[in-house]
Each structure stands twice: as structure tokens, then as C-alpha cells.
């Protein structure tokens, strides 16, 4: 069964530091991955999705990466600020089970001004 | 319309009480999710449509009855619930189940059962 890992499980950072996050899976055999977001008590807001044929995508401040054949993913994030505290989510889709969907452990995020 | 849309946003119960939790898509999505997810640890599966049609179901207890009346909708009944069940219950979307697309997840229904 694929399992999902991020490390650390909590990071707290200063504003306007750069800061990575990172996602490992153990099965190689996933269609896709995508990073959320999710502030406490709210639903998942999708930040990127990255298909196993590619390696990285960008959306404003965001970058995420994907080693597939390593199984592990890093959502880097440029800048941060004080709205970027949030947990943040990473999950594969596994293409062994059926297509379900892993979720990870998740990060939570401290931005301090 | 690129939004999933749950309501209610919260919700208390009764353990003998019957409610319903539903979540609406028009994104022209065929598969639609139910996930469960507790206090700091990360979504659970619970149900998967497909087509109207259930396709999963990770053997969850039958006080939780899931119901796709058509294509844009999905909804969660709720009957005779523990306080255990107290949880955020989000519905998510794909465009199907087996694509290589994304989901996309409504704000949830915070559900406290007393």
C-alpha cells in the first residue's frame, strides 16, 4: 500500500524567507501528485498538480518538483508571508489501487512577521 | 463554476438524530468523493461515485449512507451517529475517477455529534 511522508511535520519561519517542503511516497507507480493548502477548520484549496511525465510546476511563488523514480516531491515556496501559514498537504494519485488518492501526513506552516 | 459546494458549513446531531450533509458540483465532474478527516491528521476515503454509480466504499459503517442523485450532486446521510463520528467531512471532485486530473475540494461540513 502507498504511504505518504512529509518532512517536517512542523516549520516555522520568519517572513520573507524561502523555505522548502517536502513530500516521499514509496510506490513509483502514481498517475499524479498535487499540494493543498488547508487552513484550520477549512476544506483543501489545490495549489499545483504535477502528471508523473513531469518534473516540476510553477504558480506565482510556488514550485513544485517530482523525482518520481526517488518518490519524493518539494513544494518550494519563495518569499514567504505571514498568509502563507496554512497546513499544507501533499498527495499521489496511486495507479496500483485503483487510482485512489494518498494523502500525506501534511506540514504545518508558521509564517512570522 | 469551479467550485464544490458543501453545506452546511456546520452541523450538530443527536446520536438519534437523521441529518444529511451534500456537496454540488457543475464543473461537468463524473466522479465524486466523500473523505473524512479528524483533527490534524490528513483526509480519509470513505466514498467514491463514479457515473452516478458507487465504486468505493472503504468499508464504512452503514449509519453513513451515501446517495448521487445525479451527476452535479452527492449526498451524505447521517443516522443514529457515535461522537466518535465528529469529524470534517469534505466532498471532493475529479473529471472521472481513472484521469489524470485533479480534485478539487469543497470547504467541508463541520459535523459535532452529541
Known amino acids: 500500500k502507498q504511504e505518504v511522508t512529509q518532512i517536517p511535520a512542523a516549520l516555522s519561519v520568519p517572513e520573507g524567507e524561502n523555505l522548502v517542503l517536502n513530500c516521499s511516497f514509496t510506490?513509483?507507480?502514481?498517475?499524479?501528485l498535487q499540494w493543498f493548502r488547508q487552513d484550520p477548520g477549512k476544506g483543501l484549496t489545490s495549489l499545483l498538480l504535477i502528471q508523473s511525465s513531469q518534473r516540476e510546476q510553477t504558480s506565482g511563488r510556488l514550485n513544485a518538483s517530482l523525482d518520481k523514480s526517488s518518490g519524493r516531491s518539494t513544494l518550494y515556496i519563495a518569499a514567504s508571508q505571514p498568509g502563507d501559514s496554512a497546513t499544507y498537504l501533499c498527495?499521489?494519485?496511486?495507479?496500483?489501487?485503483?487510482?485512489?488518492?494518498?494523502f500525506g501526513t501534511g506540514t504545518s506552516l508558521t509564517v512570522i512577521p | 463554476d469551479t467550485e464544490v459546494t458543501q453545506t452546511p458549513k456546520h452541523l450538530v446531531m443527536g446520536m438519534t438524530n437523521k441529518k444529511s450533509l451534500k456537496c454540488e458540483q457543475h464543473?461537468?465532474?463524473?466522479?465524486m468523493y466523500w473523505y473524512k478527516q479528524k483533527a490534524k491528521k490528513p483526509p480519509e476515503l470513505m466514498f467514491v461515485y463514479s457515473y452516478e454509480k458507487l465504486s468505493i466504499n472503504e468499508s464504512v459503517p452503514s449509519r453513513f449512507s451515501p446517495e448521487c442523485p445525479n451527476s452535479s450532486l452527492l449526498n451524505l446521510h447521517l443516522h443514529a451517529l457515535q461522537p466518535e463520528d465528529s469529524a470534517l467531512y469534505l466532498c471532493?471532485?475529479?473529471?472521472?475517477?481513472?484521469?489524470?486530473?485533479?480534485?478539487?475540494f469543497g470547504s467541508g461540513t463541520r459535523l459535532t455529534v452529541v
Open positions: 498527495a499521489v494519485r496511486d495507479s496500483n489501487t485503483g487510482n485512489q488518492f494518498y
Open positions: 471532493a471532485s475529479s473529471l472521472h475517477e481513472d484521469s489524470d486530473y485533479g480534485y478539487t
Open positions: 464543473m461537468g465532474h463524473r466522479a
Open positions: 510506490d513509483s507507480a502514481i498517475y499524479n
